[in-house]
């Protein structure tokens, strides 16, 4: 077994090839073979950064040198790049949404499995301590039973000017930030069987694509989530919130703490009433330090490196894939459902494995 460096070539050299030819460059685990992109402009910078570029996509796939390849273009050929790269017996990481459809995961994932060559996504936001938080939380139990969790990302820019614009390419919000939400979110509840659905989308600054949606998630259980992507929002709703029936937990935002509250005295008998203008409340009274109490889960370590080096020990058979092809299906199959469920303006039933 190898304990050289992999060498990475990556394909598509955009926002996110640079941020993944920085990544590479700086990890203990790869380095940076070269980059192809179809845009002259794009070559030149990666030249002038002294960075070896390829002279075609076949060129790339010729390098005997390249041990993986990441695909980092738009996400319609997404599919097509990481099939020739399996065939030309290359290991491939594609960036999210890892395809356009289930159909398409198919294909690439019986490429995978014809070939030998590992295959995977780049979920990195499974390194986000936001996230990390929560999980947490949930697994730690002190919640009691957790009946509803939120995640919501909301920025008031719209959808970015470029190709995230148009259907044609994969745009739109459910496949740019919902497959982050949806995998945070399976990841979170251990893979909770789902029993319905409802998404509604938005369409406030363009109408060919989403640019945010609501998406309720019913599990087995009476677990509901919300999961809430929105571009035109001026005013921020909390990243994540988790209700149990003991107690509460809150990330505000992305860089925040975890905020724990629970209840030590469920049976309390004097309330103190609010009084509002209109008048008095005790079901709505908040509670004091007499039944809750309240501490901070600081921020953990999180190496999103981690992602890289656990596909190159998976390549060398030394550890299991982190982000497998039957979670990627999944997510994909609910963000399927949730498009569903927001053309017909109704719920949608999971029937038996339709989402497993
Ligand atoms: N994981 C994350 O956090 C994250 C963040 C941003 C983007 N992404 C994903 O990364 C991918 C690229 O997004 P981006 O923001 O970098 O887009 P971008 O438009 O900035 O870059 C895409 C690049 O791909 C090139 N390209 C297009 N077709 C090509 C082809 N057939 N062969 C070679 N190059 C080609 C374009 O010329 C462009 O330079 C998308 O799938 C996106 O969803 C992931």
Redesign the pocket.
Known sequence: MSTAKKRVAV?????????HTRYILESDVTELAGI????AE?RDLARERNIFVYDS?DALLADESVDIVTV????D??MP?VIAALEAGKNVIS???VAMSSDELEQMIAASKRTGKLFTT?Q??RWDKDFLLMKQVYASGELGEVFSIESRVQGSRGIPG??RKLKAH?GGMI??WGV?LIDQMLQLVNDKKIEKLYCKCDYITNDEVDDGFKLDLYFEGGLTARIEVGTSHFISLPRYYMAGTKGAALVEGWKSNCKVIYCFDENEKDVAPVVTAAGLTKTMAPRDGKTIAEYEIPQPESDVHDFYRNVCAAIDGKAEQIVTHAQLLRVMRVMEAAFRSDSLGAPVEIIGDEIC
Do not use: C, Q, S
Not at 11 to 19: A, D, F
Not at 36 to 39: A, G, L, N
């Open positions: 394909v598509g050299y955009g926002g996110m090839g640079g941020w192809w992109d179809i845009k794009r996509f980092a273009t738009p996400n050929v997404h790049l960036e999210k949404p780049h990195n936001r470029d190709w994969g496949l740019d982050h």
